[in-house]
C-alpha cells in the first residue's frame, strides 16, 4: 500500500514536473506598417526542443519561402493598399496556447514579451487599448522587448 501510494506520488510528480516543461515557440508577428496595430500566432513543433532548431527552421522558411517546420502563409491578399511587415521570434515558455488555424478573428488582445534571454511571456489583456497602456507602463527595457497584438488562440490554463 506505501509502496503504490509512493509510485502515485512519484508519477504526478513527474507529470507536473513535464506540464512545467518550457516549450519553444514561434511568434510569428504581422504588423501594419505606421501602426500599431498587429496580429501574432503562437507555433509551436514538437520536435523542435532547443531554441536554435527554431533559429534554424526561421531561417531555412525565409530563405526557402518553404516553411516544412512552423507552416503558415502570409497571405498578403488581406493586406491590399496597405503595407505591413512580418517578425519572427523564437522563445521558451511554460505557457501553453491552442492550435492555430487561420480565421478571420483575431479577436484576442494579447501583451507579448520575449527578453534577451528568450524567455516568452504572454498575456491576455481585455482590450488593444488596455495592453497599450500595460505596454506604456512597463519599465523602459522590457518596453523594447514587447508589444501589442491580436491573436486568435486561446492561452491553455
Not at 52 to 69: N, Y
Not at 85 to 108: A, M, V
Not at 118 to 139: F, I, Y
Amino acid at each position: 500500500m506505501i509502496r503504490t501510494g509512493m509510485l502515485a506520488l512519484g508519477l504526478a510528480l513527474a507529470l507536473s514536473t513535464q506540464a512545467a516543461e518550457r516549450q519553444v515557440y514561434l511568434v510569428a508577428t504581422v504588423q501594419l506598417d505606421g501602426s500599431s496595430l498587429a496580429q501574432s500566432i503562437f507555433l509551436h513543433e514538437p520536435q523542435i526542443t532547443e531554441l536554435q532548431g527554431c533559429l534554424d527552421a526561421v531561417r531555412d522558411g525565409q530563405s526557402k519561402r518553404d516553411w516544412l517546420l512552423y507552416r503558415h502563409i502570409f497571405r498578403r491578399d488581406r493586406f491590399k493598399g496597405f503595407s505591413g511587415h512580418i517578425r519572427y521570434q523564437c522563445g521558451l515558455s511554460e505557457q501553453r496556447f491552442s492550435s492555430w488555424h487561420d480565421g478571420p478573428r483575431y479577436n484576442k488582445p494579447y501583451l507579448i514579451g520575449v527578453n534577451d534571454d528568450a524567455e516568452l511571456s504572454v498575456v491576455r489583456t481585455p482590450s488593444q487599448a488596455q495592453c497599450m497602456t500595460q505596454l506604456r507602463a512597463l519599465p523602459a527595457a522590457r518596453q523594447a522587448q514587447s508589444f501589442c497584438a491580436m491573436g486568435n488562440q486561446e492561452l491553455q490554463p
